[in-house]
């Protein structure tokens, strides 16, 4: 639980994701792709500053998307 900092959310991103995962077939192109989150929020351990991105400060996140730009996995950088 110390170790990971999303534990009070972890739960229901691994059920969502295995959602995903069950309901959804990816088509043959798949790409990663990174998006900002963003947040205020100053008490997260994880909120990043990316002077390039429009939006300056947020929570990152990976995905795996398929061509139709359909999220098929994610998950948020730590």
Do not use: C
């Amino acid at each position: 639980r110390s170790e990971d900092p999303l534990y009070k959310v972890r739960d229901f991103i691994d059920d969502l994701s295995n959602k995903f995962k069950k309901l959804y077939i990816p088509h043959q192109n798949v790409a990663v792709d990174e998006s900002i989150v963003p947040t205020r929020s100053t008490f997260s351990g994880f909120r990043m500053f990316i002077k390039e991105k429009p939006i300056k400060f947020g929570i990152k996140i990976w995905s795996l998307v398929d061509e139709k730009y359909f999220l098929f996995a994610s998950e948020v950088y730590t």
